[in-house]
């Protein structure tokens, strides 16, 4: 019996870790079956302005270390004194090579070092976490209604280059054409929440319920408009670095250099959009948002699937390099390190670890 036990367990193990990276690979592989060697390292000797790519490294690097300073503004209020801003900023960094390794893995990591260097409780830091996810969500969706409502030629296109169509506008979506959609809609959403109140008291909601509650908690912390204004200040800077390290490596390539910011906005959103397939760094999904939204504005499908795989590929490791750095810089920066406690810490954490219970 015990040995089944832990078969199982070993078997949703690789499953839950490795089955997000054959995903990808199996993606990635389907992509580029017919890609040229030959055309790739042509490609990377004479066609590539590398001085481009250079200058978008920084914008990632600046993007993850607000991120960081951002979850630092979320948990000061937790502790006083409040961890040095360094530390948060350093996980956050190097959760992101962890990433890489097991996909989703760097968030639980982030959460432990933090207990590590801070003695930060993991209650404290799991509810922060969901709120920078939980805004991450907020963002992507916005650019997406963004992109819909200021540029629907743009997503009509690169729907129509794939032999779909969204429709002449917006509204043709509420016309008769669309009422059988609604209704299958309607009837879906009326039978998930039934199900959920079938279920109300089992133990996968009462996680849930949980995970909303940490939510909640985290986001109360941020009280005050100062505080909300600089935690949303904060998120709009962090996403514009994304979108330009993102942005800038078109000039890398002649046939995107004179594409500009629609269809590199277009492109970034969809390929962020993709992201949230659990694959490692976005292998697979990220490959495909911006080969289809290239090919749609006319660059061949071999010159957008070579600049998503030289793209990505430099990005990743650049990102996984920085993470690296900062996970063996955080020893030496905590070296003679050790956050002081105080009363008001004490009283903090049992506020939070009753609000929990109850």
């Not at 819909?148 to 296109?157: A, K, N, V």
């Not at 949303?232 to 046939?255: M, R, S, V």
């Not at 590929?313 to 002081?340: D, E, S």
């Amino acid at each position: 019996y015990f040995w089944s036990v832990k078969t199982r367990h070993s078997w949703q193990w690789w499953l839950k870790n490795f089955l997000p990276l054959l995903i990808g690979l199996a993606i990635l592989l389907y992509l580029y079956r017919h890609l040229e060697l030959a055309d790739t390292l042509r490609l990377l000797q004479h066609g590539v302005r590398y001085e481009y790519l250079l200058l978008s490294l920084p914008m990632g690097l600046l993007g993850n270390a607000i991120r960081g300073y951002r979850w630092h503004l979320q948990m000061r209020p937790l502790y006083t004194p409040p961890a040095r801003p360094i530390n948060p900023i350093l996980i956050t960094i190097g959760s992101y090579a962890v990433n890489f390794v097991i996909p989703r893995a760097g968030e639980v990591w982030r959460c432990t070092e933090m207990k590590q260097r801070e003695d930060y409780t993991l209650s404290a830091t799991v509810g922060t976490l969901l709120v920078d996810r939980l805004s991450d969500m907020v963002v992507v969706l916005a650019l997406f209604v963004a992109m819909m409502l200021f540029q629907p030629g743009t997503i009509s296109q690169i729907l129509a280059a794939q032999g779909l169509s969204l429709g002449s506008n917006l509204g043709d979506l509420f016309s008769s054409d669309y009422t059988t959609a609604w209704l299958i809609a309607g009837v879906s959403l009326l039978v998930i929440l039934l199900v959920l109140y079938r279920f109300r008291k089992s133990r996968f909601i009462q996680r849930v319920r949980e995970k909303l509650r940490s939510v909640l908690q985290a986001a109360s912390t941020l009280r005050g408009w100062r505080a909300w204004s600089q935690f949303i200040a904060l998120t709009i800077l962090l996403w514009l670095f994304y979108y330009y390290f993102f942005y800038l490596t078109f000039g890398a390539f002649a046939f995107t250099a004179e594409l500009g910011h629609r269809v590199a906005f277009a492109s970034f959103v969809l390929s962020t959009l993709m992201i949230a397939i659990p694959t490692p760094a976005g292998v697979g999904p990220w490959h495909y948002a911006v080969i289809i939204s290239l090919t749609a504005f006319g660059v061949s499908k071999a010159e957008a699937g070579l600049f998503a795989l030289i793209v990505h590929a430099v990005q990743t490791l650049w990102t996984i390099i920085t993470g690296i750095i900062a996970i063996f810089a955080l020893p030496i920066v905590n070296r003679h390190y050790k956050r002081a406690s105080s009363l008001e810490d004490t009283s903090k954490i049992k506020r939070i670890s009753y609000d929990e219970q109850s």
